[in-house]
T-cell receptor, first 114, second 111 residues
Framework: EAQVTQNPRYLITVTGKKLTVTCSQN?????MSWYRQDPGLGLRQIYY???????DKGDVPEGYKVSRKEKRNFPLILESPSPNQTSLYFC?????????????FGSGTRLTVV | GQQLNQSPQSMFIQEGEDVSMNCTSS?????WLWYKQDPGEGPVLLIA?????ELTSNGRLTAQFGITRKDSFLNISASIPSDVGIYFC???????????FGKGTRLHILP
């Protein structure tokens, strides 16, 4: 089944403790992206990647890092999480370009930073 | 930054009613996408529109790409309980192909 898999689905952590949210897609998509969803603010793009070893900042990149060493994986790294990064995070992929043909989204990771 | 104005923010309707929501902007788009998000899940693509004036259906859902290329609407006919969720529009800006999302329309269906 074609899908985007995120792990974990839920995570509670403490301020300052580094964490990684993994994302993997099995559709051979070139483009991958991370979004955060907050009440009243909709989906905001954190980082995106057009292809392997190519990453760019989205609209809200502060406090996050990403890497794209392989086509299928696009982990989101929070080096020193803070409470304002408590949010629902989605990884998404598309065949090429920015959402060409529409994104496939993962099921989400709900992160709470205390 | 660029904005998509999606309205209404929320809707409460009776089962069986038709639903209409729209997205507008001052920017020009070359693609419009409509997604639905069920509780606890990621958004799922419902309809994609690629040409001004295009009208596309997916079952009880119909969406149109506005002639001005600055807006799009989504209609749902004869709503059923499983239509509950958040509906997002997304547009790809013509000038740089960046995708931006509306803030969503939360649909509630009253029994």
């Amino acid at each position: 089944e074609a899908q985007v898999t995120q792990n974990p689905r839920y995570l509670i952590t403490v301020t300052g403790k580094k964490l990684t949210v993994t994302c993997s897609q099995n559709m051979n998509h070139e483009y991958m992206s991370w979004y955060r969803q907050d009440p009243g603010l909709g989906l905001r793009q954190i980082y995106y990647s057009m292809n392997v070893e190519v990453t760019d900042k989205g609209d809200v990149p502060e406090g996050y890092k990403v890497s794209r060493k392989e086509k299928r994986n696009f982990p989101l790294i929070l080096e020193s999480p803070s409470p304002n990064q408590t949010s629902l995070y989605f990884c998404a992929s598309s065949l090429s370009g920015q959402g060409v043909g529409g994104y496939t989204f993962g099921s989400g990771t709900r992160l709470t930073v205390v | 930054g660029q904005q998509l104005n999606q309205s209404p923010q929320s809707m409460f309707i009776q089962e069986g009613e038709d639903v209409s929501m729209n997205c507008t902007s001052s920017s020009i788009f070359n693609t419009w996408l409509w997604y639905k998000q069920d509780p606890g899940e990621g958004p799922v693509l419902l309809i994609a529109l690629y040409k001004a004036g295009e009208l596309t259906s997916n079952g009880r859902l119909t969406a149109q790409f506005g002639i001005t290329r600055k807006d799009s609407f989504l209609n749902i006919s004869a709503s059923i309980p499983s239509d509950v969720g958040i509906y997002f529009c997304a547009g790809r800006l013509n000038r740089d192909d960046k995708i931006i999302f509306g803030k969503g329309t939360r649909l509630h269906i009253l029994p």
